[in-house]
């Protein structure tokens, strides 16, 4: 078998490779939400258990090996024997960029030139050093670039919620117009479809939605259509996943060979490839840019380049790894600027506390929670209530599209813990259940300007109702007020126990006042801060409850002693 | 007057056209001659510990219960659609009572489909999230293995209904629960704060649309509008476990008492009169009982009705 054919077979099987792996992601992805036994679906963070970039930047910011993560090293060793072709093969986000630039190819194009190297293609590296020296001094950014954070976060909050929006809203308008040709209404093909789709596409789960969804869905647009400028422009000039496997392939095993005297520079491999890897100069080939898909290969009518194995000792190619020194040693500097930049906020020195920064159960401390969050949106999408978002800058640039619970939009569901199930670096801890239902959030506040009984006189006990701990966190002490027609009424006013709220937020979620809730939930008294402590507590580090004898009761307030209740 | 759908008045016309041909032979037909209007079925003795005899006890309950007024067929007729209306409001575990016992609902569905009903469909509009309170509750699973359809409400299928109550003039309703053949009420009871205590009225909260919270701030003639529009033929109480405190959520077995009864009436007030008496009320002292009684929707005092009491073991 020639070359040629062989290359052509693998080029096949890299293509099924790379569609299975690209399932692979879509599987887990859909399976990643709650299930009936409150546990994650399994292996919902592989991607980001196989990513060297992840774990290597966790690492370094947060000084913590998460164990998940070693399953890295395999991706590193592939690296190693065969170069970037993790890249070529297994990255959805490649598989992405391949299929935009199929789909981008003119039908009479004109005679594709040649696709060659360029030193722009070292922008990716200088990121790369740029976000190590960045965690190397305690800041986390790569989940901002790197490729499985994004396709996680854009699927996440724009893709899914998209596809779900756009199947309802079709379904409900045919379905409240109700469109007929006497006995025929459309409404008997719709209905069934949206069915359909909305018992095994969206397993009957309310449609989610994300704050900054369309920024994030832009970004993505955008790095997805530049393949129609360059092929794989991403993995070619900003990926620093690539980066980091790359500068690991500099002597793959797995190298290109030149057959001696047959190539006739015809430059068909350099138009094949998606890398500008440079195929077409012999002993010039970059290893670290090549992808391995064997394009070039396929593409030779001469056999004059394949693969093969040798040893990793020489070095492949004249074509090195030339990043130079005051560039790396500027890149460096860059990254350590941005950390600076990040820390001039008087939030991010722990001077303020962002009263709307409510963070899901289980995060670490402020500082340590940024320093290992890949902002890659698993925990968002697996909250049954929608309620964790990505931040905009409520946790400052370093904090960006890291997640926040925002209870007007959902809330902390008592009986889940599954954000800190499928957190991949532990930046949530996974609480077991009955730890996190002592876990405080925040506390809620009443607005006694707004609230019915405070303010208006009427009965609403809605917050109470909702409040899920048990004896309730909001109680009522029922008042006499006297009406603006000089009638007294017997009103039951609500109040927040700060021993008992954890701030899970449903209260300020199901508050009749659905533009300014008439109880808000803040940050204040979360477990996770001893210095965002506003009330003094048993809870609270550094303070004892007092002897029960002269403890405010915290027995049931609705049990025996039922103010208002039994007879 | 009653407000009825066109299939309802269709069916009611041949229905009675139906009996009227029947004559005489129609009466036998009935599995009692004289079916009692309400039924307080309770359990002898049980071992609460065992899951297995309190699942044995909410099933015989039930069956007792709806045996002595008269068996379901007296309410669902063949090929009737069914909704069974259960309370799954809370995202908790039925040992917690805050939602309606699994196995009440799922025997339920099997007198239902053993009186000929075409389709039986479980669903409410919880609380929490349908999704993982479904699960939660137990209710799912076990109607689906009864055969019943579960159905998730779907928030844009609201359709706005004229209720035309005395604080209702029109309210966002399921269509597909107000247009079922039966709608059978049969929540748990359980603590409330705001109402002291929350049963069947309180129940179609869950056939309603947002903003329904506000609701509680006239709970008593909303609750009695509402049920005026759903015009319940029977409804039934669970009342094996019972929520105490902390209620409508609970959250904490020290809020859970077993009161081993179950209770099916045709007269939702008197149902509910009863719910507050096992919870420790009057009747009277219950705002919607008694605004209940007021718009006429039935009569509070259920011993004035033909009730039958009976010891189930």
């Known amino acids: ?567 | 007057m009653a407000r009825q759908t066109r299939r309802d008045f269709l069916k009611r016309t041949a229905l009675t056209g139906g009996a009227l041909a029947l004559g005489p032979f129609s009466s036998t037909l009935a599995q009692d001659a004289s079916p009692a209007d309400m039924c307080i079925a309770r359990f002898k003795e049980v071992d609460t510990k065992s899951s297995e005899a309190v699942k044995n006890m909410a099933v015989k309950l039930t069956e007792q219960a709806m045996a002595n007024i008269g068996g379901m067929g007296r309410f669902v007729k063949k090929g009737d659609v069914v909704w069974v209306k259960p309370n799954i409001a809370w995202n908790r575990a039925p040992e917690l009572a805050a939602n309606t016992n699994p196995d009440v609902v799922a025997t339920l569905v099997r007198l239902c489909f053993d009186a000929g009903a075409k389709t039986v469909k479980v669903g409410d509009n919880p609380c929490h999230k349908a999704n993982e309170t479904y699960a939660a509750s137990g209710i799912a699973a076990a109607a689906e293995a009864a055969g019943a359809e579960v159905v998730y409400l779907d928030k844009t299928r609201f359709k706005e209904m004229p209720i035309q109550g005395k604080r209702l003039e029109k309210w966002l309703v399921y269509p597909e629960i107000a247009e079922a053949d039966f709608v059978l009420n049969c929540p748990v009871l359980k603590h409330h704060q705001l109402s002291k205590m929350t049963a069947c009225m309180k129940n179609y909260m869950g056939v309603v649309g947002e903003p329904r919270g506000q609701w509680h701030q006239d709970l008593d003639n909303c609750l009695s509008d509402i049920t005026g529009f759903m015009k319940p033929s029977m409804c039934v109480l669970d009342a094996v476990r019972i929520m105490t405190g902390s209620g409508p959520t609970g959250g904490d077995l020290a809020n859970v008492e077993f009161k081993n009864t179950i209770a099916a009436g045709t007269d939702i007030i008197a149902l509910d009169a009863l719910g507050a008496k096992l919870l420790g009320h009057k009747p009277a002292d219950i705002g919607t009982v008694a605004a209940g009684q007021a718009a006429g929707l039935g009569k509070m005092d259920y011993h004035s009705l033909a009730l039958k009491e009976v010891e189930v073991s």
Not at chain 1, 17 to 35: E, G, M
Not at chain 1, 472 to 479: L, M, V
Request: glycine fraction near 8%.
């Open chain 1, 1 to 567: 078998m020639t070359a040629k054919r062989r290359a052509t077979l693998v080029v096949w099987a890299r293509r099924l490779t790379q569609a299975a792996f690209l399932f692979l992601f879509l599987y887990l992805f859909w399976a990643l939400r709650p299930r009936p036994d409150g546990a994650a679906a399994p292996g919902s963070d592989f991607f980001f258990r196989i990513n060297p970039l992840a774990a290597a930047i966790t690492w370094l910011a947060s000084h913590a090996l998460v164990g998940a993560m070693l399953l890295a090293l395999a991706t590193v060793a592939t690296a190693l024997v065969f170069g970037r072709a993790f890249c070529g093969w297994v990255c959805p986000l490649g598989t992405i960029h391949n299929a935009i630039t199929w789909l981008g190819k003119r039908r009479r194009a004109r005679r594709p030139g040649a696709d060659n190297w360029t030193a722009w293609q070292r922008s990716k590296y200088y990121l790369l050093i740029a976000l190590a020296a960045m965690a190397l001094f305690g800041a986390h950014w790569a989940g901002v670039f790197d490729p499985f954070s994004i396709l996680y976060r854009t699927f996440t909050a724009a893709v899914y919620p998209g596809l779900q929006y756009s199947i309802e809203d079709a379904a409900t308008s045919v379905y409240h117009s109700d469109p007929s040709l006497g006995p025929l209404h459309l409404t008997a093909v719709t209905e069934p479809a949206y069915d359909f789709f909305k018992a095994n596409l969206f397993m009957h789960r309310e449609r989610q939605v994300f704050i900054g969804a369309p920024l994030i869905l832009l970004l993505f647009a955008a790095i997805v259509l530049l393949n129609l400028y360059r092929k794989r422009f991403w993995c070619r000039y900003a990926c620093p996943l690539g980066a980091l496997l790359g500068a690991l392939s500099q002597r793959p095993v797995m190298r290109l060979v030149n057959a001696e005297g047959r190539c006739n520079d015809c430059g068909r491999c350099a138009t094949q490839c998606p890398a500008a890897a440079d195929p077409d100069k012999p002993g010039k080939w970059r290893p670290t840019e090549c992808y391995a898909c064997w394009n070039c290969v396929a593409a030779c009518n001469r056999d004059a380049i394949d693969f093969k194995f040798r040893s990793p000792l020489p070095a492949p190619s004249t074509a090195k790894l030339d990043l130079g020194k005051r560039a790396m040693l500027s890149a460096g500097l860059a990254g350590a600027g941005g950390l600076v930049l990040f820390r001039l906020a008087p939030q991010a020195q722990a001077k303020i506390y962002n009263h709307e920064l409510i963070r899901p159960p289980g995060a670490r401390l402020e500082r340590e929670f940024v320093q290992r969050c890949l902002k890659c949106g698993l925990c968002m999408k697996a909250c049954p209530t929608n309620g964790l978002q990505p931040t905009g800058l409520q946790a400052g640039l370093e904090g960006l599209w890291t997640p926040v619970l925002v209870p007007q939009v959902g809330y902390c569901d008592y009986v889940c813990n599954l954000c800190g199930q499928v957190c991949p670096t532990e930046a949530i801890q996974p609480l077991p259940l009955d730890q996190k239902q002592k876990t405080k959030l925040g506390l809620a506040v009443f607005d006694r300007n707004r609230c019915l009984p405070w303010a208006y006189d009427r009965e609403c006990m809605i917050c109470e109702e909702h409040c899920p701990v048990s004896p309730k966190a909001i109680y009522c002490i029922p008042a006499e007020v006297t009406t603006r027609d000089g009638r007294t009424v017997t009103i039951k006013q609500p109040r927040v126990d700060p021993e008992r709220c954890i701030g899970c937020g449903i209260c300020e979620h199901v508050c009749v006042f659905r533009d300014r809730p008439a109880i808000r939930v803040t940050s204040a008294n979360e477990s996770r801060h001893t210095k965002n402590q506003a009330i003094l507590s048993g809870g609270s580090s550094g303070w004892k409850d007092l002897p029960s004898d002269t403890a405010a009761p915290a027995s049931d307030p609705y049990g025996a002693s039922d103010p208002y209740g039994g007879n």
